[in-house]
């Protein structure tokens, strides 16, 4: 059992460029999520997708979009990337979904490093 | 604005002594609360949770927290620190409304000297 799973796990860009972080998981959770993790600032929401297709801005969404492409896979996609982007960045999911989530404990992938020059 | 502080970042323990880390919140109504762990390179691993009832809660690796309503606080306690429990630790917490959008403390790098 995997449970969740980040491609990849490192990725230099140059400013300006385009990519898309991909999360899988395989334990048939309703809601997923992306944090990205700066030194100093702990784990910040980018954005979440409490069920399968819907999507919903976290706490810093600019710069960044996302696909919840079925149940499993819930993708983050830089389309021009800037060096203010440069953060790890964290895949989470949870079982739960509507009011039966905020109990529940989020399970989290190993993280992408991403560094943008 | 809904918030959790952890003002102690960096500690350095050493091994076979007591730890506490601090978290303090600051939400409408009492939050959900966790503790994770962050050994480095690695995501995060959920120590403990509080939802309602006992205040003191017990987790993994013999962690252990209290909630204290008064103080709006869900301090981290371990009795005995190991040097594998070097790591960073973050305190977190959700309302109780949908989605489970967790607010993240700073966090705490713990350092252990043998």
């Known amino acids: 059992n995997a449970g969740v799973t980040q491609t990849p796990k490192f990725q230099v860009l140059k400013t300006g460029q385009s990519m898309t972080l991909q999360c899988a998981q395989d334990m048939n959770h309703n809601s997923m999520y992306w944090y990205r993790q700066d030194p100093g600032m702990g784990l910040r929401l980018i954005y979440y997708?409490?069920?399968?297709?819907?999507?919903d801005k976290g706490e810093v969404p600019n710069g960044y979009n996302v696909s919840r492409l079925n149940k499993r896979e819930f993708s983050l996609r830089l389309e021009s990337a800037a060096p203010s982007q440069t953060s790890v960045y964290f895949c989470a999911s949870i079982y739960g979904t509507g009011g039966l989530v905020s109990n529940q404990p989020q399970h989290f992938g190993d993280g992408t490093r991403l560094s943008i020059l | 604005a809904q918030s959790v502080t952890q003002p102690d970042i960096h500690i350095t323990v050493s091994e076979g002594a007591s730890l506490e880390l601090r978290c303090n919140y600051s939400y409408g109504a009492t939050p959900y609360l966790f503790w994770y762990v962050q050994s480095p390179g690695q995501g995060l691993q959920l120590l403990l949770k509080?939802?309602?009832?006992?205040?003191l809660v017990q987790g993994i690796k013999g962690f252990e927290a209290e909630f204290k309503r008064s103080q709006s606080s869900f301090n981290l306690r371990k009795p005995s620190v190991h040097w594998s429990d070097a790591a960073e630790y973050f305190c977190?917490?959700?309302?109780?409304?949908?989605?489970?959008?967790?607010?993240f403390g700073t966090g705490t790098r713990l350092q252990v000297t043998l």
């Open positions: 509080y939802f309602s009832g006992d205040t």
């Open positions: 977190a917490a959700t309302d109780t409304g949908t989605a489970s959008k967790l607010t």
């Open positions: 997708s409490a069920s399968e297709g819907t999507t």
